[in-house]
């Protein structure tokens, strides 16, 4: 700026000086001077404002870099629970297809024990006579094999010693019994509840309980029936089947049976080799 001036001053003075300059061409001078200083003020106001947009620019240029930064660890955080997600499924997957495994397993060895346990009905019955069969009754019921003898059969009335008519049928359910080896056998007396009046036996648990115990003595002394395969018990007066309030009912309940199961061994195996959980894997906390 003050460059300009001086320039314009020298060659005022100049022109002034030599006597050449009228004053029409100084006035065109001074108007070009105006023009180059509008001219260069306004040049100054573009640049400030290309400054201000190139301001701009570089802040929106940085908040979009910061978006990308954002949006690629969204990305990559989600790739990553993806990833793991898809993992859980096939875990999942592999721990139901090896439940389903043990279940099949189960269901077989379930459906192998009741083809056998009907088996094992169906050989006792053929085995009775048709006289028999009256004081006899057999069935299965979920998964177990219940032989119901007729009080009247098997002692005299308020006694726990064995009649020999008894016999004949005995050694054939400890035939039967002995086929399978396998299987557990449970005696189990049940009496109606008319008190007993034996000075050796004190109630009605105790004449249940020296029933069954006879009939185990005599399936292990007389017939050959492993004794660790037998249990007796006494139920007395406290699993009827029938009315006690009439002679019929009181029959019913008077009874011994045999209860014939199959061994727990090969299904607790399966249970030890059941498929563990993720938190069975853990093992138990530690406290």
Same mark, same amino acid.
């Given at each position: 700026m003050k460059l300009q001036r001086r320039i314009l001053l020298l060659a005022t003075a100049t022109l002034l000086m030599s006597g050449c300059v009228s004053h029409k061409k100084y006035n065109l001078l001074r108007d070009d001077y105006?023009?180059?200083?509008?001219?260069?003020?306004?040049? /100054?106001?573009? !640049?400030?404002?290309?400054?201000?947009?190139?301001?701009?620019? $570089?802040?929106?240029?940085? @908040?979009?870099?910061? &978006?990308?930064?954002?949006?690629?660890?969204?990305?990559?955080?989600?790739?990553?629970s993806n990833q793991s997600g898809n993992i859980n499924v096939s875990k999942l997957a592999d721990q139901i297809n090896a439940s389903n495994q043990y279940i099949k397993r189960l269901v077989e060895a379930k459906s192998k024990s009741d083809s056998l346990l009907m088996v094992l009905s169906n050989n006792l019955t053929r085995s009775l006579n048709t006289n028999e069969l009256k004081d006899v009754d057999v069935k299965v019921l /979920?998964?177990? !094999?219940?032989?119901?003898?007729?009080?009247?059969?098997?002692? $005299?009335?308020?006694?726990? @010693?064995?009649?020999? &008519?008894?016999?004949?049928?005995?050694?054939?359910?400890a035939k039967i019994i002995k086929d399978y080896k396998n299987y557990s056998v449970l005696v189990e007396g049940n009496t109606d509840n008319v008190p007993i009046s034996r000075t050796n036996i004190r109630n009605n648990w105790d004449l249940s309980a020296l029933r069954a115990s006879s009939v185990v003595q005599v399936l292990q002394n007389k017939f050959?029936?492993?004794?660790?395969?037998?249990?007796?018990?006494?139920?007395?007066?406290?699993?009827?089947?029938?009315?006690?309030?009439?002679?019929?009912?009181?029959?019913?309940? $008077?009874?011994?049976?045999?209860i014939i199961t199959p061994s727990l061994d090969q299904f607790m195996d399966l249970i030890d080799k059941a498929p563990a959980t993720d938190a069975q894997a853990a093992g138990p906390d530690i406290k």
């Open positions: 105006n023009a180059s200083q509008v001219a260069l003020a306004e040049s /100054k106001t573009n !640049v400030k404002s290309l400054e201000s947009m190139l301001e701009q620019a $570089r802040k929106e240029n940085q @908040e979009l870099r910061n &978006d990308y930064r954002a949006l690629q660890g969204a990305l990559d955080q989600s790739l990553a /979920k998964g177990v !094999v219940y032989i119901s003898l007729a009080d009247n059969m098997l002692f $005299r009335t308020g006694s726990y @010693e064995i009649s020999p &008519d008894a016999m004949d049928i005995l050694s054939k359910i050959d029936v492993d004794p660790s395969r037998l249990t007796a018990g006494g139920r007395g007066e406290y699993n009827p089947i029938a009315t006690n309030e009439t002679p019929q009912g009181r029959q019913l309940n $008077r009874r011994t049976q045999i």
